[in-house]
């Protein structure tokens, strides 16, 4: 790939970036919705999909997509590197 990023190369560090915000945060970093942008039904099921392929369904039953937390106390290691 001649490229960063989408369509390219996309570096994946072995100690995870986890930062205090949602889900869908963490799930779509680095990109970032804009705030008018609000996410559609499809959307939400892809991110609900993607979380349950690794193992990680259960937070959204206790979570949600949308609430924000310090993601990086409550996750182990696995679960920080699977997110």
Not at 27 to 54: I, W
Not at 60 to 83: C, H, M, N, P, Y
Request: a negative charge; one cysteine or more.
């Amino acid at each position: 790939p001649n490229k960063i990023g989408r369509d390219g190369i996309f570096f994946v560090p072995q100690r995870p970036y986890i930062f205090c915000s949602s889900l869908r945060r963490q799930l779509m970093y680095p990109c970032t919705p804009s705030s008018e942008e609000q996410p559609s039904a499809e959307d939400d099921a892809v991110l609900v999909g993607l979380l349950r392929f690794v193992g990680l369904g259960h937070l959204i039953a206790e979570w949600g997509l949308d609430t924000d937390f310090e993601w990086d106390t409550l996750l182990s290691v696995g679960e920080k590197q699977r997110l």
